[in-house]
């Protein structure tokens, strides 16, 4: 009724921006959601209006604490990858209240909780603001459905990608087009007990013709730097 009202022409509006909220089981449904999004707005004609994906979870953070569910970071971080490579405008997630069971990212503690405990999910959002200060998407592929995700982001002096696998296991071949000559990799993972990050910077790798091949296991992210 919503959309017949503002496009009918005597009660007819313009809309700038279309929000709305999706926590998802998977990061592909929240690929489905951007699209459908898309044709909602295109069936009523409705150009110039951004799409904004405003509250954005994993749904099964509900129902248990979301920094103990293994795989947790690895699915935010598709999601992201997932999103940046759809229709839509923007996207936040809910929520980084310091204390709440749905964040991933971090937590308050200590007595005047002036303390921080950093868990694996934080390193979904610090890799993709690494991508975006970059200033440049670059195409990638290779992307397996429901086990690995590929983004990738040039800047002037540097390039980078990440890599999402959320239940791949083995090595990969990367094949960079630019003339990069090394790499450095950091390597995240949530093995751990507590939903901490095992964080892992390897030294400087040397890229072979444009290549590299790394290995990489089921619940890893890695991001790689390429200068």
């Not at 951004?50 to 699915?75: Q, R, T, W």
């Not at 239940?167 to 094949?175: A, K, M, S, V």
Request: charged residues 25%.
């Amino acid at each position: 009724k919503f959309f017949n009202y503002i496009t009918a022409e005597e009660t007819k509006a313009p809309m700038d921006f279309f929000s709305w909220h999706c926590y998802a089981d998977t990061p592909e449904e929240v690929a489905l959601h951007a699209e459908y999004a898309k044709k909602l707005l295109e069936k009523y004609n409705i150009t110039n209006c951004e799409s904004i994906l405003n509250e954005f979870n994993m749904f099964y953070c509900f129902s248990e604490y979301a920094p103990l569910h293994k795989g947790v970071f690895a699915d935010i971080a598709a999601s992201m990858i997932l999103a940046q490579k759809s229709n839509m405008d923007m996207m936040m997630h809910y929520m980084f209240n310091a204390n709440s069971v749905y964040n991933c990212a971090f937590a308050a503690t200590g007595v005047r909780r002036n303390e921080t405990v950093r868990f694996a999910g934080i390193e979904a959002f610090i890799n993709f603001n690494k991508l975006y200060c970059l200033g440049n998407e670059v195409k990638t592929e290779g992307d397996i459905e429901g086990k690995l995700n590929v983004l990738g982001a040039k800047g002037n002096q540097e390039g980078a990608v990440m890599i999402v696998s959320r239940e791949f296991e083995g090595e990969i071949e990367i094949t960079l087009s630019g003339d990069y000559k090394s790499c450095i990799v950091k390597s995240t993972d949530d093995y751990t007990m507590d939903g901490t990050s095992n964080t892992f910077v390897y030294n400087e790798i040397s890229i072979n013709d444009g290549r590299i091949k790394l290995s990489i296991k089921k619940h890893e992210m890695l991001y790689l730097t390429c200068i």
